[in-house]
């Protein structure tokens, strides 16, 4: 089948003939408007517009585009444009497509915003989503009373299932990530304190730095983005196929059936994963000790276990329950937030990957602050 094709055919009485031929399809090449609109512009003759299509075999959507284009170039010149050469639907798609102007500023990018409006626009929208998650939040509470009250409404074998994704199938990363994490704490510790002959503080450094705060942060990223996203994904998902419109319809609370489980679940399991972070990573620091500064690991231990309090160990475990906390409310307010098409999960998915890490590094600093103050 031969592609569309247009013949430009000049008239004595100042007619511009049209011919179209061929087949007309938005997948093959097709002649654009700007050839005809060429032409006029070299002819200042040309008075009208007529069309022949005794050589058309089929078309689709690219024709009437390419027509609608003829027309609007007929009207911003002031030429007549005689369409009766055209078959009646193509008329009847003409005549549709044209009975509507289009909206100004319908199409995206057909204003564009100086830098003044596009800095409130992004000021707005960020207090807006602050207000949606102060929102969120306070209806997560409002669940939690209603759990302690035994009024809330999830299923066990929910919980069991979640605590079982983020607390035994997440062993292996936090493992590999806090050993090491201990091994670079311990070789930058090792390259400064060697010049003082006071390898052995090694373990000083690396046990409090993995207790009080590494261990936790270290731990809570790792569950961001492992956890956090899918937990925006699960639920963005759901969103998206009406499951948690039909929890609704039910007479139970998306919030309390789908949150409240993930959220218990994350505080449950955070603070476990980070004491066994805190033991990998001080592994992971005897490991360059023992290797690197040639000291015994019963010396090493020790060591560690003098420097290290009580309450730097619960400290970062109390730190890691928060920053659960806040990769459940992360993962899950994104979720909700979703839109509803398949690719709106994907950016949920990343925003609470990046809202989870935001909320878990300024906590660390309010936390290091906060416990500064008090003398922990």
């Known amino acids: ?23 007309w399809h938005l997948g093959h090449g097709r002649p654009s408007a700007v050839e005809v609109e060429r032409r006029i512009a070299s002819s200042p003759v040309v008075r009208s517009v007529a069309y022949d299509t005794g050589e058309l075999s089929i078309w689709d959507s690219s024709l009437v585009n390419f027509l609608h284009g003829v027309g609007v170039v007929c009207r911003q010149r002031g030429i007549v444009e005689d369409r009766s050469g055209l078959p009646n639907g193509m008329r009847q798609l003409l005549a549709l497509a044209e009975s509507v102007p289009q909206r100004t500023g319908a199409r995206p990018g057909s204003k564009r915003l100086s830098l003044v409006e596009q800095v409130g626009t992004e000021v707005v929208g960020y207090a807006r989503s602050f207000g ?54 311990a070789f930058m510790g090792a390259v400064q304190l060697q010049q003082f002959g006071a390898a052995i503080y090694v373990a000083d450094l690396v046990g409090i730095g993995v207790t009080r705060e590494m261990g936790a942060m270290m731990t809570a990223i790792i569950m961001a983005g492992r956890t956090g996203a899918a937990f925006a994904a699960q ?139 008090l003398g922990i």
């Open 1 to 23: 089948m031969i592609d569309g094709s247009i013949g430009l055919e000049p008239k004595d009485d100042g007619v511009l003939l049209i011919r179209l031929s061929g087949g």
């Open 132 to 185: 949606d998650f102060i929102d969120f939040f306070g209806r997560l509470c409002i669940a939690f009373a209603r759990m302690f009250a035994g009024k809330a409404r999830f299923r066990t074998s929910d919980l069991l299932a979640i605590i079982q994704q983020c607390g035994a199938d997440a062993l292996l990363i936090v493992s590999l990530i806090s050993y090491l994490v201990g091994v670079i704490l």
């Open 235 to 373: 639920l963005g998902t759901m969103k998206v196929t009406q499951e948690t419109d039909a929890l609704t319809t039910t007479g139970l609370s998306p919030m309390e059936f789908l949150v409240l489980p993930r959220t218990i679940a994350l505080i449950l399991m955070m603070p476990l994963l980070c004491l066994y972070s805190d033991f990998v990573g001080i592994l992971g620091g005897a490991s360059v000790g023992v290797g690197m500064l040639h000291l015994s690991f019963t010396v090493y231990i020790k060591e560690t276990i003098a420097a290290v309090t009580l309450g730097d160990v619960f400290g970062g475990l109390f730190k890691s329950a928060v920053y659960g906390v806040l990769i459940a409310v992360a993962g899950c307010w994104r979720g909700f937030q979703c839109g509803s098409s398949s690719s709106a999960v994907g950016d949920a998915a990343t925003s609470a990957v990046v809202s989870g890490i935001v909320m878990i590094v300024t906590a660390c600093g309010l936390f290091a602050v906060i416990f500064n103050i």
